[in-house]
């Protein structure tokens, strides 16, 4: 069934018109009235809708049920990144909310090769939500990880950040993920864990140090060096599912 991302209050009986994204999926998919779709707004669950009335650039719907449904990984994941250049990253976003991100953080480090400032990092950004969201809407997420203001590394590091943090690091000390998870106290259990990982080249030396007085753990995934979009994913897949 067509699933849509509906970004204000649903409520059972109400009649609605379909943001545009949506507007055009619906034409495209050459849906008509009586049509059922699901709806989504990021605050809990989802809700059933029925197509009424499709017009040139207007599709009107009405909520017919709710239904109390999450299908979010078992902890709260966050990413927080050295962003990989260009299409890499929007694969990345996309792929890591497949697999349950809770929040993406994009960071500015020494090696990175993406750099955004002002306008075009809050346009890169908002590109960067809607893949998010997109991805939701395919896989079947009610919650829409935030992605976050890109920030400076060093910056980021003095923050309020989750009690757990672990970074992907090649350092010859670095625990193998799994063993680092199960060795916390808390181990596998629903507490957010936020994961720190490097551009291309990785994190500088400099920053492994920085990152490891602020409290995070370097873990590895093994031992093939794997690129700045795919180490991240491994990092998910093994803690989310």
């Known amino acids: 069934m067509p699933r849509f991302h509906f970004p204000r209050p649903l409520a059972l009986g109400a009649t609605l018109s379909l943001p545009a994204g949506a507007v055009r999926h619906v034409q495209v998919l050459r849906l008509q009235p009586g049509a059922a779709i699901t709806l989504f707004n990021g605050e809990g669950g989802e809700h059933a809708a029925e197509i009424m009335r499709i017009g040139r650039s207007e599709v009107e719907v009405r909520i017919v049920a709710h239904l109390d449904v999450e299908r979010e990984a078992p902890r709260p994941m966050h990413l927080a990144l050295g962003m990989p250049a260009n299409e890499r990253m929007d694969w990345l976003l996309e792929k890591a909310t497949e697999l349950g991100m809770a929040g993406l953080q994009p960071l500015h480090s020494e090696r990175s090769v993406l750099r955004l400032s002002g306008e075009r990092s809050e346009k890169k950004r908002g590109h960067w939500q809607g893949i998010a969201i997109a991805a939701c809407e395919q896989c079947g997420r009610n919650r829409v990880p935030v992605v976050q203001p890109v920030r400076p590394l060093g910056d980021w590091l003095r923050g309020d950040l989750p009690e757990q943090r672990l970074m992907l690091s090649l ?13 916390h106290p808390e181990g596998l259990t629903a507490s957010p864990v936020v994961l720190l990982s490097g551009p291309e080249g990785g994190l500088s030396p400099a920053e492994e140090l920085a990152a490891r007085t602020a409290g995070f753990v370097p873990v590895s995934l093994g031992a093939r060096t794997l690129r700045a979009e795919t180490a991240p994913l491994a990092a998910l897949a093994a803690l989310t599912l």
Do not use: F
Not at 171 to 183: E, H, R, V
């Open 171 to 183: 350092a010859s000390d670095s625990a193998p993920l799994m063993q680092a998870i199960s060795q």
